[in-house]
């Protein structure tokens, strides 16, 4: 699997991915929410959803777990905010174990998401919280799931996900060229979520992502979990 990283890149994700039992709450390390207006970002019943455009003119909110629509592209426009809405109750179909999460976006396998910011004006996940009242988990995380190989003799699901109806939130397969995507100038922020021991909702989960998928200037931090995880896949990621 290769993975094209930068040095200052390698040295985040291991600072990320150590003693994240330890976090203390993180101020002021940044600016906050921008005094947009705010708008859920609107799904069906089961968290589906049904826009096509997250639009910088206001700040979104995810209630528990959004599924962008199997099939479908979700592009987010450069500059925009989102953020964690309503917590939502999910019996876990595994463990039995009812987990309460909130600002999770999943891009399961056949859907697409693009998230192309710039410098200047990057596409920004964070807390709901105001500067100052911030912390690690505030946010939920984002998870994509590809079809490409792993080293697993069969697809798996991956960790900490609800299933909704018509909706696979398995990864892997046989397509090393899948393509879930675009995300280039992301920051996720004040993310993670800890379901149960050794396994988590993190900054940003890749499962089976392809090498179709383009994945440049990411940056995550302050997080519960770690910042990356990388289940399988080609994907050339140059975070």
């Known amino acids: 699997m290769k993975k094209i990283l930068t040095l200052a890149s ?12 330890n976090l203390a709450p993180v101020n002021g390390s940044t600016a906050g929410l921008p005094s947009l207006p705010q708008a859920t970002v609107p799904t069906d019943a089961n968290g589906v959803i049904t826009a096509t455009t997250l639009t910088s ?7 528990g777990v959004a599924f962008v629509k199997p099939g479908a592209t979700l592009t987010i426009q450069p500059g925009t905010f989102i953020t964690s809405g ?19 976006l999943v891009v399961p396998k056949t859907a697409k998401l693009i998230a192309n910011g710039t410098a200047t004006a990057p596409i920004v996940f964070t807390s709901p919280n105001a500067a100052g009242s911030r ?44 393509n879930s995507g675009s995300l280039k100038y992301v920051r996720i922020e004040f993310a993670g ?16 992502v392809g090498s179709g998928t383009t994945l440049e200037n990411i940056q995550v931090s302050w997080g519960k979990d770690d910042a990356f995880e990388f289940f399988g ?4 990621a140059k975070i």
Request: hydrophobic content about 35%; overall charge negative.
């Open 193 to 208: 979520y800890n379901l149960t021991a050794d396994n988590e909702i993190n900054g940003l989960t890749l499962g089976g």
């Open 10 to 21: 390698v040295c985040a994700i291991a600072l990320a991915s150590c003693n994240k039992d």
């Open 86 to 104: 309503v917590t939502k109750a999910y019996p876990d179909q595994i463990t039995g174990i009812t987990q309460n999460i909130k600002g999770v």
């Open 135 to 178: 912390n690690p988990g505030d946010f939920g995380g984002v998870v994509l799931l590809g079809s490409s190989t792993t080293n697993q003799p069969a697809t798996k699901r991956i960790e900490g996900i609800p299933q909704p109806v018509n909706v696979d939130v398995t990864y892997g397969g046989s397509v090393p060229a899948d």
């Open 57 to 63: 003119d206001k700040v979104w909110k995810i209630d």
């Open 233 to 236: 896949g080609t994907v050339n």
